[in-house]
């Protein structure tokens, strides 16, 4: 598992029609996108996708379209703590799994008040799912974080891969990585600006919003510390080429962008790049004020010039 885990994975976007319904054609179009630009994986049907939005049909659907583009490609993953017990749990995990996906994650469920009971729930799920299991700390959702102690007994139990971390503090993404090693366990980390950082240390990847609008800028850092390791490793950010933490820079000014109005913000930067996307969303209040529009716009125009200069001269 850990090697399939790993590198540059965006978390799917799910792109509406102005009345509200799931444009298919649209998510299939990015999905070939994101393969084309060197991705390692897509995480369909997580927070970013509005999951608690959509019905269990819609879900299974966006899961079914994932597995479908990328077999042959890359490894799709999918959360499955959908409901409002274990059982339901269970019951849509072995559907996801019926279509196909690589591993099921799973949140930190609301309905469990402690790291005890947390850990007991991710053992008893991982039972009854027939395939790989990852874990997820989706914010706002149940304990929130897991104690290094807990990724460490999820890491050393074998049964645990893709773990997307979203602590967004150095000193535990660190102490998680430390915890992970030479286990089955990923630590793909969620925050942009950590990424040099977290890689240096043997991070697993970057599971994270940045990587929705700029795949190919993500993945080429990515690269650049794969190429590091086969010629002798990186052992820390002193050792990190000019180029890519411009890189880096460009990927943290796309990633303050999207914040600014998140997910609708992602599309207008995905409509900037040529998808026919509308900004709709499912969420409340998720509408996107003049002059945040203008400063999406204006720092992502930015950010595409600076490709397209450093590409020029190549």
């Known amino acids: 598992m850990n090697e399939t885990y790993k590198g540059i994975w965006p978390v799917m976007l799910t792109p509406f029609d102005e009345r509200g319904g799931i444009d298919y054609d649209c998510y299939r179009k990015l999905i070939d996108w994101y393969i084309s630009q060197g991705v390692d994986g897509i995480f369909a049907v997580c927070g970013s996708s509005e999951m608690f939005e959509l019905d269990e049909s819609e879900r299974l659907k966006l899961a079914e379209i994932a597995v479908q583009r990328c077999k042959g490609h890359i490894p799709v993953v999918a959360t499955g703590s959908i409901g409002s017990d274990i059982e339901s749990h269970k019951n849509y995990s ?38 790989d299991v990852g874990v997820y700390e989706c914010p706002g959702i149940g304990i929130g974080q897991l104690s290094v102690d807990a990724v460490r007994t999820l890491a050393r139990s074998g049964r645990f891969g893709p773990y997307k ?18 286990t089955g366990m990923s630590v793909l980390q969620a925050n942009t600006p950590l990424m040099l950082e977290a890689l240096s240390a043997g991070g697993a990847g970057l599971m994270g919003i940045a990587v929705n609008v700029l795949p190919a800028v993500a993945s080429e850092i990515y690269r650049s510390f794969c190429e590091a390791d086969a010629t002798g490793g990186v052992s820390n950010t002193n050792r990190i080429s000019e180029s890519t933490e411009r890189n880096h820079q460009l990927l943290c000014l796309a990633d303050s ?14 409509s900037m790049l040529g998808f026919d996307i509308s900004e709709t969303t499912r969420q409340h209040n998720n509408s996107v004020s003049e002059e945040t529009r203008k400063l999406i716009e204006i720092g992502f125009s930015y950010i595409i010039n600076q490709i397209s200069s450093t590409t020029a001269h190549q």
């Open 94 to 131: 072995l559907k996801l799994a019926d279509v196909g996906i690589d591993a099921i994650i799973l949140l930190l469920p609301e309905f469990c008040s402690d790291e005890s009971s947390t850990l007991d729930y991710l053992f008893r799920m991982a039972k009854v799912i027939p395939c």
């Open 165 to 182: 971390e979203t602590s967004c503090e150095i000193a535990k993404i660190l102490a998680k990585i430390e915890a992970t090693r030479d």
């Open 257 to 270: 962008l999207l914040r600014l109005s998140y997910p609708a913000s992602g599309k207008i930067i995905l």
